[in-house]
């Protein structure tokens, strides 16, 4: 497997615009989440799903924030209007939680975004 | 709330010596805990996972220990290597459901000198 895919790499984008984020998470893993990183206060989960099903959402800092999982092999996240304080670095993540497996999560490479 | 405290300032260690992250947290019993490296650019990496019920898990050159009563946790990376230069995150599930909902301290970054 190629591992949990994010596009775009990085995205410079000016305030006000909408940004589209999007993660094809491992095949076969149950649950996905969105997490960002920036240096003042590190990794934070902001949402995750169980089977395409948001089961919380009580990171996701405002209401110009949202996520859809429409199958289980796509998610987005999607900041409209963004601001420059959302200026971050985005990871979605992966996690498979049958019988006997591990529970630890899969990333994928991240996204650069800087709200100009 | 739940917490979770790792040394923000950078460890700098000589090539070969053994180094020894911290991670500490306040305000609940997690039914396990887990440790990550992530590299600049990269996303983070799962190393280890120790239970509640385990006092010290290994692998390879990694030691992982888990004190419930001290709510700490210690990383050991023994005969290090310039390749062991990285930041390394503690992280925490949510609750005691196995969710994977995790949080993760801000991180340690470890430089390892020839």
């Known amino acids: 497997d190629a591992g949990v895919i994010q596009s775009p790499r990085h995205e410079v984008t000016e305030m006000g615009q909408e940004v589209t984020l999007r993660c094809k998470p491992i095949s076969g893993h149950d649950y996905l989440f969105w997490y960002r990183q920036t240096m003042m206060r590190g990794l934070e989960l902001l949402i995750y799903f169980n089977n395409n099903v948001p089961i919380d959402d009580s990171g996701m800092p405002e209401d110009r924030f949202s996520a859809k999982m429409p199958n289980a092999s796509f998610s987005t996240l999607k900041i409209q209007p963004s601001e420059p304080r959302d200026s971050a670095v985005y990871f979605c993540a992966s996690s498979f939680f049958g019988r006997g497996r591990g529970t630890e999560a899969f990333f994928g490479q991240g996204t650069r975004l800087t709200v100009v | 709330s739940q917490k979770i405290e790792q040394n923000s300032e950078a460890l700098n260690i000589q090539e070969g010596k053994t180094a020894t992250l911290t991670c500490n947290y306040t305000n609940y019993s997690p039914a396990y805990l887990q440790w990550y490296r992530q590299d600049p650019g990269r996303g983070p990496v799962f190393l280890l996972l120790?239970?509640?019920?385990?006092k010290e898990k290994r692998k390879e050159r990694l030691k992982v220990t888990f004190d419930t009563t001290l709510k700490q946790s210690l990383f050991h990376i023994t005969a290090s290597q310039p390749a062991d230069s990285a930041t390394y995150l503690c992280a925490l599930p949510l609750g005691r459901s196995n969710t994977g909902k995790l949080i993760f301290g801000q991180g340690t970054t470890l430089q390892v000198k020839p």
């Open positions: 120790i239970r509640e019920n385990e």
